[in-house]
């Protein structure tokens, strides 16, 4: 990849389109994790007002670390970044006890997985409308447009998105490149909803390497009958997550209504 060249048309696509949207600059949020590493760092690149939010709930403190490591990184670099840490923790929990009761926790805990997400999306948007910013996301390729790996109206309700074009190992070459901390490239990547340390592979079953040669064969038309083994085992894994959430990925189903209904 041309790493240079990738970064720079990022760059000047993100300031175009603030331009032509007429807005003032960009809001993400940073976990620590590489993602929103390098899309805040892209932010920071286009000399426009970027807002770092660091959002903890129940978070380890290894990535409220890494993350405000980051953004002190950012600052010290670009003087047009600037940071709010708002802790959900109290929101979240709050909202957990207004909820009806469950006889059995582990019931809800993908539900309640989602629900850190969205309250980090309403708070992103609060502060893009209060600023003028646009809400910059953070997925990459595989996750957005592969296995689906976001939460929808969550991490996955944004304005715009600087890396969805890249995959994940592309996205570690752009951190390499821009000079992300080195804790942040070393750390394994994790969606940060279970207040634990279980990682995206762990939940997955796949790293995304092996996830990115399934999705380029899934691209060729391969069958999980073409392989064996191991790779046989990956390609199921991606067709299983890419199958259950198609709904994430094409257009919000309209009931278009006969016009003949309608005359």
């Known amino acids: 990849m041309k790493t240079e060249k990738v970064v720079n048309y990022i760059v000047n696509w993100l300031k175009d389109y603030a331009a032509n949207a007429k807005v003032k600059g960009f809001v993400v949020g940073v976990s620590g994790g590489i993602d929103s590493a390098v899309t805040s760092a892209l932010c920071a690149k286009t000399g426009l007002p970027t807002l770092c939010l660091e959002m903890p709930i129940h978070q380890a403190d290894s990535q409220v670390n890494r993350a405000l490591n980051h953004v002190?990184?950012?600052k010290k670099n670009f003087e047009n970044v600037s940071m709010e840490q708002i802790n959900l923790t109290p929101v979240f929990d709050s909202l957990v006890k207004a909820f009806p009761t469950v006889k059995n926790e582990e019931e809800r805990f993908m539900s309640l997985a989602n629900t850190r997400a969205r309250l980090r999306m309403t708070s992103l948007y609060y502060f893009a409308a209060l600023k003028g910013y646009l809400v910059a996301g953070t997925g990459?390729?595989?996750?957005?447009?592969?296995?689906g790996f976001y939460t929808k109206y969550g991490d996955g309700g944004v304005d715009l998105s600087p890396i969805a074009d890249l995959l994940k190992t592309e996205?570690?070459?752009v951190a390499k490149y821009l000079g992300i901390n080195r804790e942040i490239i070393d750390a394994a990547p994790t969606d940060g909803?279970?207040?634990d340390n279980r990682t995206d592979e762990d939940q997955i079953g796949a790293s995304y390497p092996e996830l990115e040669w399934a999705m380029k064969m899934n691209e060729e038309g391969k069958k999980a009958s073409d392989f064996s083994g191991r790779e046989?085992?990956?390609?199921?894994?991606?067709t299983r997550y890419n199958?259950?959430?198609k709904h994430k990925m094409v257009p919000i189903p309209v009931c278009e209504i006969p016009k003949s209904y309608k005359n």
């Open 243 to 245: 199958t259950a959430n």
């Open 232 to 238: 046989k085992e990956v390609f199921e894994i991606y």
């Open 193 to 195: 909803l279970w207040g």
């Open 140 to 147: 990459n390729k595989v996750e957005d447009f592969g296995v």
């Open 171 to 173: 996205v570690y070459e």
């Open 72 to 74: 002190e990184w950012l």
